[in-house]
């Protein structure tokens, strides 16, 4: 993330806020930053140029709004907020679906339920080999024919 306020002087106090909750503290004259909350003794953060948090390997729990927050020391010293960046976090999705091969009577019902672990939530398509014919995690034949005979395929999307 960049810090977008302008920092025109020497000394400053730079925070870097989550969900409005200080995550990390840099004084321009100190060596290093010291990182807090969610952010405390994780590997792959860093503090770029003394004033862009990175944050590498993101998990879910990064999800939320960070900005920057900037106090200049000494004289006419400005103080402010940066630019404000919502993070949300993809997993993509791990399908299953359970049991298989499935087999139905000429003119009974079949109901196949497709689960996704992922997030955000997966939204659901199912194709035979007649192309798409369903959208939800559940797919329900009814009044099976012949012509139903075939291989489903269950895709699921996140964004």
């Known amino acids: 993330f960049e810090c977008t306020f302008p920092i025109s ?4 106090i730079l925070n870097w806020m989550k969900n409005d909750e200080s995550i990390m503290n840099y004084f321009s004259g100190d060596p290093a930053p010291t990182f807090t909350g969610d952010l405390e003794d994780r590997a792959g953060v860093s503090l ?4 862009n948090l990175e944050i590498q390997n993101l998990r879910i ?10 106090s200049e020391l000494g004289e006419g010293g400005q103080s402010g907020d940066g ?16 049991g298989g091969p499935y087999e139905a009577e000429v003119g009974e019902k079949m109901m196949v339920t497709c ?5 955000p939530p997966s939204n659901f398509t ?13 797919l329900e034949l ?7 005979i075939g291989t489903y395929m269950c895709m699921a999307d996140n964004g």
């Open 83 to 98: 630019m404000r960046y919502q993070l949300v976090v993809y997993v993509p999705p791990t399908i299953s679906v359970s």
């Open 142 to 148: 009814t009044n099976m024919t012949t012509n139903d």
């Open 126 to 138: 199912w194709t035979s080999p007649l192309g798409e014919i369903s959208h939800g995690a559940v």
């Open 115 to 119: 689960r996704a672990n992922s997030h």
């Open 61 to 70: 729990s990064d999800e939320g709004e960070y900005y920057c927050s900037v």
């Open 48 to 51: 770029v140029n003394r004033r």
């Open 9 to 12: 002087a020497d000394r400053y």
